[in-house]
Structure formats: structure tokens, C-alpha cells
């Protein structure tokens, strides 16, 4: 039955997923790699390729959604992108889209509603009840991505510099991301500086501290507390503008979210309480929006049980490929 099956691309600064699904929505297969923002990751296109190689001659395959970072931001990117696929699939239809829209479109199964992004980077995506979409943020890290992880693990490490150098109150941050990164408290800015040098994705790097600050955070740490905090007033002013823009267009109030940095619980729940409005759980993670565009671009019928195929199966696929 050539064409019966998808192919779902869900691309991030840190990860990227690719699964295989059939019709009812059953997914056949699920793998992880590193990842494949072109914007400030040189290794992207070969990250992209190793996750995708393996698909490539599945004779099968009746269409492709490609949800990836930085797609239709920055034109000279997005044609790399568009090529890299081609390049591996050739004519098997395909739809690029930005991994935000992406993870809107799973959330929300096309409907209508706000969704906030905070993983490496940030942003918020709303879609009206006719259609329209409109975003704000995803400026990238020299320029914005506040409230994102890697804005997170930035602050924190401007927290513990301040704190060794006495412009800032002791932080259980500095014991803690030193031992996670086996690097010398005794000689503190060869260290950390070195550390930072050396990374070969520092925005990734960087970001994946932000799980020490939450960490902090729950155990009592005040500065940790703080930058959880403050994240969650940076991702609310997203909501608000996003909310002015689209208001006219009768944007839902329903919002809901995407992104590992959201694996903090505190962050979500302080986000909600400055949002002022109850969320609405994600009925598909990002991956399953990717899926859901593949399908749309075969017409097949979306009922409830395939979406709760995808959702179920997603979800435990993603457990095990922690």
C-alpha cells in the first residue's frame, strides 16, 4: 500500500524527534538526535541528516511535515532547510514549517489559541478561529529569547560570577552547576570560562543548565527562585503583546505550552499565575503537530481515535528516548 504511511520532523535548538506513522495513527517508529537549529549549530545539517537517512528508502511513505527551528525567519536558512529535505526524499510531497507552528498545530489539533514556546529559545503563536496566525518573540538568543532555557542558564551563570565576586548574595547555584560540570571551585573563572570556551554548541550548553536552576529553586535557593521567576514574567509580557495584537481577531483566552523548559512545574504554574487564566493541557506534543501536518497534506480523516493514537504513542516514545 504505497503512501499509507507519514513522516513527522519536530526540530529544536537542543533535540530533534523523527516518527513514523501509519493511517490509524499508530507510530512505528521513534528516534532522538541532537540539535538542528542552522542558527547557531555549524553541525545541523549533518544532526538532521543522521536522524533522517534512515527513512529515506522506505517505499511507503506518502508525505512529509518538516517543523523546523528558525524555518521562515531568516530566508537564507529556511532554503537550506527546504533543500535538505529534498535532497534525501526528493518528490515525496512535503510541508516545511516553522517547529512552533508546528507544536500550535498539535496542541491546539488546528483550533484556535495561544500557545507559549520555551525551550532553548522562546516565543508565543496564536491562530485565530478563522485561520489567521500571528507570533511574537523568537529573536534568538544575541537579541531576545527571554524566558527560554538558554536565557535561564545565562542568568544563572551571571548569578554565580556576581556571587563569587561579592556583588551578589551567596547562591546554592554555584555548588551545584560546578559539580554537575566537574570543573575546579578552587579556580573558579579558568573554570567557568574555560567551560564556556569550550563548548561546541553554546547555546544547547548553555540552555541545559536551566534544570540546575529549577532544582535550586525547589529546594529553597532564593537567586534561583528569582530567575524562575523573572522567566515567568518574560514569557507572560509574550501572552499580553500577542494578546493586544490578535485581540480583534477574537483569539480564544485559551493558551497552553510547549518546550522543555517547561519540565519545571514552578515555572509553568508561576507563568499561569501571571497570565491570570487556567491553561489548557496540550491535546499533541510538537511531534504529533508535525504528524498532523503530514496527514492534512494527504487529506486523511482526523477523528478522535487517531489523535488519541498519536498521543498515547507519542507520549511513551518520548519517555523512552529520554
Not at 52 to 58: G, I, Q
Not at 108 to 117: E, K, Q, S
Not at 131 to 147: A, C, F, K, L, Q
Not at 252 to 270: E, V
Amino acid at each position: 500500500m504505497s503512501g499509507d504511511l507519514i513522516l513527522g520532523i519536530d526540530g529544536g535548538g537542543s533535540k530533534v524527534l523523527v516518527a513514523l506513522a501509519d493511517k490509524s495513527g499508530r507510530l512505528l517508529r521513534l528516534v532522538r538526535g541532537g540539535g538542528v537549529n542552522p542558527m547557531d549549530n555549524p553541525n545541523w545539517r549533518q544532526e538532521l541528516d543522521a536522524q533522517l537517512v534512515p527513512f529515506v528508502n522506505e517505499p511507503r511513505l506518502g508525505a512529509i511535515a518538516a517543523a523546523l527551528p528558525a524555518y521562515g525567519e531568516v530566508e537564507s536558512l529556511s532554503r537550506m532547510q527546504r533543500e535538505a529535505v529534498k535532497q534525501l526524499f526528493g518528490d515525496v510531497p512535503t510541508r516545511m514549517l516553522n517547529d512552533v507552528e508546528a507544536a500550535h498545530l498539535g496542541a491546539f489539533v488546528g483550533g484556535a489559541g495561544i500557545l507559549v514556546l520555551s525551550g532553548t529559545g522562546s516565543m508565543a503563536w496564536a491562530r485565530n478561529a478563522v485561520g489567521v496566525s500571528h507570533r511574537v518573540g523568537g529573536w534568538g538568543d544575541t537579541i531576545g529569547d527571554e524566558g527560554s532555557s538558554y536565557w535561564i542558564g545565562r542568568a544563572a551563570l551571571s548569578l554565580i560570577s556576581q556571587s563569587i565576586d561579592g556583588r551578589a548574595g551567596a547562591t546554592a547555584l554555584t555548588d551545584l552547576v560546578f559539580a554537575h560540570l566537574r570543573i575546579d571551585r578552587a579556580d573558579p573563572i579558568n573554570a567557568l570560562a574555560g567551560w564556556v570556551t569550550d563548548l561546541i554548541n553554546p547555546r544547547a550548553g548553555i540552555a541545559a543548565l536551566a534544570v540546575l536552576v529549577d532544582r535550586a529553586a525547589e529546594a529553597g535557593d532564593a537567586g534561583a527562585a528569582c530567575l524562575i521567576e523573572q522567566a515567568a514574567e518574560e514569557l507572560a509580557k509574550h501572552v499580553s503583546a500577542i494578546g493586544a495584537v490578535v485581540d480583534h481577531d477574537k483569539v480564544p483566552s485559551a493558551w497552553t505550552y510547549a518546550g522543555g523548559t517547561f519540565g519545571s512545574r514552578r515555572l509553568l504554574n508561576a507563568l499561569q499565575h501571571k497570565i491570570g487564566r487556567p491553561l489548557s493541557e496540550p491535546i499533541l506534543p510538537p511531534i504529533g503537530g508535525a504528524l498532523l501536518a503530514a496527514a492534512q497534506l494527504l487529506d486523511w480523516p482526523i477523528d478522535d481515535g487517531w489523535i488519541g493514537h498519536i498521543a498515547g504513542d507519542a507520549s511513551s516514545a518520548a519517555v523512552q528516548n529520554r
